[in-house]
Nanobody, 124 residues
Framework: QVQLVESGGGSVQAGGSLRLSCAAS??????MAWFRQAPGKAREGVAA????????DYGDSVQERFPISLDNAGNTLYLEMNSLKSEDTAMYYC???????????????????WGQGTQVTVSS
């Protein structure tokens, strides 16, 4: 079983920065990602990382404006959110899964484990 707990959300003005964290426990994962969902919109992949390889993937809406990283132990996932825009306002979710192909990706349906989410609000 994997447990994921997000933190670091909050309210910030456009142009500002936030750092999200996701503490993970359990061993049945090697692929971790951030997704977001704004009211009335579909869940969107933000960034993903394959543990041990540090291979990253980014959603088109953020590209590398939001670098994703893991701590050395691979148990805490980070998302450095820079140059925030009002359209970045959403609930942000941490997700994890086991991957055997060497490709993590940002397809939400492939992720088995999910955190409860942390709200990010960007005011213009």
């Amino acid at each position: 079983q994997v447990q994921l707990v997000e933190s670091g959300g909050g309210s910030v003005q456009a142009g500002g920065s936030l750092r999200l964290s996701c503490a993970a426990s359990g061993v049945a994962y090697n692929c971790m990602a951030w997704f977001r969902q704004a009211p009335g919109k579909a869940r969107e992949g933000v960034a993903a990382i394959l543990r041990s390889f540090d291979r990253t993937d980014y959603g088109d809406s953020v590209q590398e404006r939001f670098p994703i990283s893991l701590d050395n132990a691979g148990n805490t996932l980070y998302l450095e959110m820079n140059s925030l825009k009002s359209e970045d306002t959403a609930m942000y979710y941490c997700a994890a899964r086991w991957d055997g192909t060497g490709y993590c990706g940002l397809t939400a349906e492939n992720f088995r484990y999910w955190g409860q989410g942390t709200q990010v609000t960007v005011s213009s």
